[in-house]
């Protein structure tokens, strides 16, 4: 058993044994029928779901490697991508060299198509596709571990509890990491803190930063990181398919303390930020951390000020901030008219307005929050202040 097998992808060789066993899977054949035919599947799933099987056996038989999976399967993304979006824009890709490995360091919003963006831009900029950082508890069910880890998704190890166990973890994550960008010379994708960012509040946990350290102790703080091509990225959605829920679920943490999942729920968030109306995407890659950070916490800075300053402020964006309650009017952030062409505001006013409207009016402040909030926080690192 080789040093990385529990956390790390599928290697090409175990590829076509995983795809056997993925469309044998009843639980993901239910799934794919349930999206394909949403009508259909109640009543006739017993007939749809071994058609479809033998439909994706038959479209899937000369796959035999990640790479070969990725080109099949980038048809199904781009098509998604086109329905879902107005349009997707990236700036700074083509400073990324061919033969460089990466570590992309990025904000977190949505827990699928974060990492599905980069892809596509890397993708297309013809350079190899970076593995993806997912938390053990997004994969409840066998079929979903198989379909992440066949795409190049390493396991974190998140659900751990025990001080010692979690300490051995995040050891191996850090090792896995360092080997994957020195030895292997593939690029890594990895949010900047653990979760999404519900609020809006982009922020690096200076933690993950001491993590890629952790397995290279040894050697001073600063030469790891200028090793491992740390690379900040700003993934902005216009709009969030899932910002009514993220909405209700800070209205529920503020009134009551606390929040727990409901069963599935991390499902439908999955569900939603794939399939739902986004808007404009932008996504924003700087250029790799040169500078010497003896500290983590003065690094996490510099990539929270990378990060905030590469974030796509959209229409929306301003809208709610003109509506904030908690607007700072010392920053001087200029009104949505102001920036942005009138026939261009004019159908997100109605599109925010809308979003307003289908909100329960206790839950709105959450809403507007979310939107606002990356406004107050490229304001400020653009006038120097500290977040």
């Not at 010497?292 to 916490?297: L, N, Q, V």
Request: hydrophobic share 40%; aromatic share 10%.
């Amino acid at each position: 058993m080789g040093e990385f097998d529990t956390i790390r992808p599928y290697s090409d060789t175990e590829v076509p044994a995983v795809l056997a066993r993925l469309l044998s899977d009843k639980a993901f054949l239910d799934i794919l029928t349930h999206f394909r035919f949403p009508r259909l599947a109640g009543a006739f799933g017993w007939l749809l779901k071994p058609l479809i099987a033998h439909r994706l056996r038959k479209e899937f038989a000369n796959v035999t490697s990640v790479a070969s999976l990725q080109d099949k399967v980038e048809v199904y993304v781009d098509r998604t991508i086109e329905h879902a979006t107005d349009g997707v824009t990236y700036t700074g890709v083509e400073q990324l060299k061919s033969g460089t490995a990466y570590l992309f360091l990025a904000n977190h919003r949505d827990i699928v198509m974060d990492p599905a963006f980069v892809n596509y831009a890397v993708y297309h900029a013809g350079l190899p596709t970076p593995r993806i950082a997912i938390g053990d508890n997004l994969l409840q069910k066998p079929f979903v571990s198989d379909l992440m880890r066949l795409n190049k998704s390493f396991i974190v190890h998140r659900s751990i509890t025990g001080r010692r166990e979690k300490l051995a973890a995040y050891q191996l994550l850090s090792a896995y990491i360092n080997h994957s960008i020195r030895n292997d010379g593939q690029s890594i994708w990895i949010a900047q803190a653990e979760g999404r960012a519900k609020d809006g509040d982009d922020r690096t946990d200076s933690a993950i930063l001491k993590m890629f350290h952790m397995s290279r102790k040894n050697e001073p703080f600063a030469e790891v990181i200028q090793s491992l091509n740390l690379t900040p990225v700003s993934i902005s959605y216009e709009y969030d398919p899932c910002d009514q829920a993220k909405a209700r679920e800070l209205y529920i943490r503020a009134t009551t303390g606390t929040y727990s999942k409901a069963p599935g729920e991390d499902d439908t968030s999955i569900a939603n930020g794939i399939t739902g109306y986004k808007g404009r995407v932008h996504v924003n890659f700087a250029a790799p951390i040169s500078e010497a950070f003896e500290d983590s916490k003065l690094l996490a800075t510099e990539m929270d000020r990378h990060i905030l300053t590469g974030y796509r402020l959209f229409p929306a964006h301003y809208l709610a901030y003109a509506q904030w309650a908690d607007a700072d009017p010392q920053l001087q952030v200029p009104s949505a008219a102001e920036v942005f062409p009138e026939q261009e505001l004019a159908k997100a006013q109605q599109e925010w307005q809308r979003r307003l409207d289908a909100c329960p009016v206790e839950h709105r402040p959450y809403l507007v929050l979310q939107y606002a909030m990356p406004v107050r926080n490229q304001y400020r690192v653009k006038a120097g202040l500290p977040l």
